[in-house]
């Protein structure tokens, strides 16, 4: 090695050798980074892509809600909305399919609405009707063995209300309620919202709410099949609830309100129970089963589910049926649409809760995005 230093060419030879080494290392290098920055570069391509297949679900969705609402009055699982075939039908006139885009629409006014529970807002005056809801609806999912239910509908209610109302002083529903004086014992600290809730999640900050709230023990155990015959499955949080339902009616004062009314033409089983007189909820599964009754050939709903068809399922004393009437609707304006889009192997999932309203000056339905997120 000294010779080869000591001799000028093979001292250059060293050089550029070594000058070669670092340049292959280099171009190595910056290939290994180029190749990264292509997957990059390629990876947000898809994900743009997939975001526009569903932000063009979601826009598909309007149009069919649209030229819903100009050919009835009510909203239904007989609905061309409701349907997953239909609206396959539909992604694939766009041009794409179901490896591209889906889509679902769900009637957030077949929901139990939580912030119905307070009458008007600011205020603290409970809603006893939608009170009554809550209790049936819990009372029927949790165990009457308190010995392995610890779930408590009393204290949920009383928790949630608190949580809801306002101009009150921070007075505690019950003695099992809570204020922020409970909360800001929690690690982190909150207070108590002390208003409506914006999203179902919240539901989660509410004292003796878990993400399990809702878990039927039993449902495992039993063969038991929803209205469309497929097997029953855990109910969360987002399938029975919704923060959705705001009244336009201008109260004044700077006061609003959510009136609550399920429609029943929409509403899961669960929820229909929980509308149902004590001692009749069995009756719901009839219910259930009567609206999505078809014809032999299975391409024709066979009943209508106008004003007061329940009535030919179920005998309701005068009473009853004034009570079931005050809580009940046919019809909705509120949906939430989850679109999914797909290309290669990036997938964007959007939630839009969509209003649908009719403009006063042309007659003509519109529907507007009150809320979307990623989910």
């Known amino acids: 090695m000294n010779k080869i230093l000591q001799n000028k060419k093979g001292a ?9 080494s670092i340049l292959v290392a280099s171009a190595l290098e910056l290939g290994k980074f180029t190749g990264k920055s292509a997957m990059a570069t390629l990876k947000e391509k898809d994900m743009f892509q997939a975001e526009q297949y569903a932000l063009s679900g979601i826009n598909l969705v309007k149009l069919i809600l649209c030229e819903d609402a100009a050919k009835n009055t009510i909203d239904s699982i007989q609905e061309p909305w409701a349907d997953s075939d239909i609206l396959s039908q539909a992604v694939d006139e766009m041009g794409l399919d179901g490896e591209n885009l889906t889509i679902k629409i769900t009637d957030e006014l077949s929901k139990i609405q939580v912030n119905a529970m307070v009458k008007k807002f600011p205020g603290n005056v409970p809603d006893f009707d939608q009170i009554k809801i809550w209790e049936r609806f819990l009372q029927l ?4 063995e308190k010995d392995l239910d610890q779930r408590d509908p009393a204290l949920i209610i009383n928790c949630v209300k608190d949580w809801l109302d306002s101009l009150d002083d921070d007075a505690i529903t019950g003695i099992s309620g809570a204020e922020s004086d409970y909360y800001l014992g929690s690690n982190p600290p909150y207070v108590c919202a002390n208003g409506p809730f914006n999203h179902v999640d919240e539901l989660l900050s509410v004292k003796g709410i878990t993400k399990d709230l809702l878990k039927d023990d039993n449902i495992d155990e039993i063969d038991e099949m929803d209205e469309m015959g497929e097997a029953a499955e855990q109910l969360n949080l987002q399938d029975v609830f919704t923060v959705q339902g705001l009244d336009r009616e201008v109260l004044g004062n700077g006061r609003y309100r959510y009136k609550g009314r399920i429609n029943i033409n929409t509403a899961k089983v669960e929820i229909i129970k929980a509308l149902l007189p004590q001692g009749m909820e069995e009756l719901a599964q ?33 009473k009853e049926q004034k009570k079931f009437e005050s809580v009940i609707s046919y019809s909705s304006n509120l949906f939430k649409v989850e679109s999914t889009g797909v290309e290669n192997s990036s997938k964007i999932k959007l939630a839009a809760w969509v209003q649908r309203e009719r403009q006063k000056e042309s007659g003509k339905w519109i529907c507007r995005i009150i809320q979307k997120e990623r989910e």
């Open 12 to 20: 250059a030879l060293v050089v550029t050798l070594a000058i070669i």
């Open 286 to 318: 009839n219910l259930v089963e009567f609206r999505a009754k078809k014809s032999e050939e299975g391409d024709v709903f066979v009943n209508s589910l106008d004003k007061g068809w329940y009535k030919k399922v179920i005998a309701l004393s005068e």
């Open 141 to 144: 999912r949790f165990s009457e």
